[in-house]
C-alpha cells in the first residue's frame, strides 16, 4: 500500500488539517501541510513530557520527590487529580503518567511550574524540535485573551516519535520508558479504535478542543509506523472516523 493513498479523503474534510505518515522500516513517508502550525491542545504535553525525563535522569528532580495538591492547582478536565483531595501527595514521576495517560491538565501546570516553561522549551529546540511551543499552561485564560497558544507542526511530533523510537530522547533507557507511559494511553477513540482488538498496540497522545482533534504516535504494525494527525477549525467527528480508518490500513502495513 502506498502511503499516499491514505492522503486522499483529506480532499473531502474541511478545516486547518496536517498529517504525516512514515513507515519506519522503509523510510516511505507521506505528509500533507507538514510545517502548518497547529493549536497543540494536549500534544504539546509531549515536551513537558521530555523535559520532565532529562530531569529525572540529571538529578535536577526526583521522579520519587513527593508534591502536595493544592485546590489553587486545580484546573478543569481531562484528568483525576481535579477531583482528588487537596493535600494528596502525588510523586512527580506519577504526576508526568497522569499528563500523558489521562492527558491531566492539573498534572500539567504542575509539572509546567516545576520544569519552567522556558526550559521546556529549551529542551525542545536542543533536540531539533523546536517547531513545538509550550507557550503557557493549560486553562490560562489571560494568555489565550493575549493570542498566546502552545503550537506544534506535524513534521516536528513526527520527529519527536522518530527520535523517541530510536532511543535518542535523553538516553535508551529514558525513551523506554516514556514509551511505556505512552503505550498505557487511556484515551484511545482515535488511532486505536480498531487496533487494540487486532491485537496492535499504539503508542501516542490525543488532544482536543473545540473544533480541534489530534492524536500522534507509534503503531506498532509489523513494522513500526509513524502517525501524526492535527485538525483546527474542523469537523471533528468526520477528521475523528479519517484518524480510525486511516490507522486502521497503516496497521496492514
Not at 497543540?40 to 523535559?51: D, M, Q, R
Request: aromatic share 8%; glycine share 8%.
Amino acid at each position: 500500500m502506498a502511503l499516499n493513498s491514505l492522503l486522499t479523503p483529506l480532499e473531502a474534510l474541511n478545516g486547518n488539517l496536517s498529517v504525516w505518515l512514515e513507515d519506519t522500516s522503509t523510510g516511505e513517508t507521506a505528509f500533507f501541510r507538514p510545517d502548518a502550525p497547529h493549536i497543540a491542545a494536549s500534544v504539546i504535553k509531549l515536551g513537558a513530557l521530555l523535559t520532565a525525563f532529562e530531569d529525572f535522569e540529571s538529578g535536577r528532580l526526583d521522579p520519587n520527590a513527593l508534591y502536595t495538591l493544592r485546590e489553587q492547582d486545580k484546573v478543569p478536565s481531562c484528568g483525576a487529580l481535579t477531583y482528588m483531595h487537596a493535600g494528596l501527595q502525588v510523586s512527580y514521576l506519577d504526576i508526568t503518567t497522569l499528563m500523558i495517560i489521562l492527558s491531566d491538565n492539573t498534572a500539567t501546570n504542575i509539572l509546567a511550574d516545576a520544569l519552567g516553561l522556558d526550559r521546556i522549551n529549551l529542551c525542545l529546540a536542543r533536540y531539533g524540535l523546536g517547531d513545538m511551543c509550550f507557550c503557557r499552561k493549560m486553562f490560562d485564560a489571560q494568555a489565550a485573551a493575549k493570542g498566546i497558544q502552545n503550537t506544534v507542526t506535524a513534521r516536528s511530533v513526527a520527529a519527536f516519535f522518530r527520535k523517541l523510537l530510536a532511543g535518542e530522547l535523553v538516553s535508551p533507557g529514558a525513551s523506554q520508558q516514556m514509551l511505556k507511559i505512552l503505550g498505557d494511553q487511556r484515551l484511545n477513540g482515535k488511532m486505536p479504535f480498531y487496533l487494540h482488538s487486532m491485537g496492535i498496540d499504539v503508542a501516542h497522545k490525543t488532544g482536543e478542543d473545540d473544533g480541534t482533534t489530534h492524536d500522534a504516535g507509534i503503531i506498532y504494525a509489523k513494522h513500526p509506523v509513524i502517525a501524526v494527525f492535527l485538525s483546527n477549525d474542523t469537523d471533528v467527528p468526520a477528521f475523528e472516523r479519517y484518524i480510525q480508518d486511516s490507522a486502521r490500513e497503516l496497521a496492514r502495513i
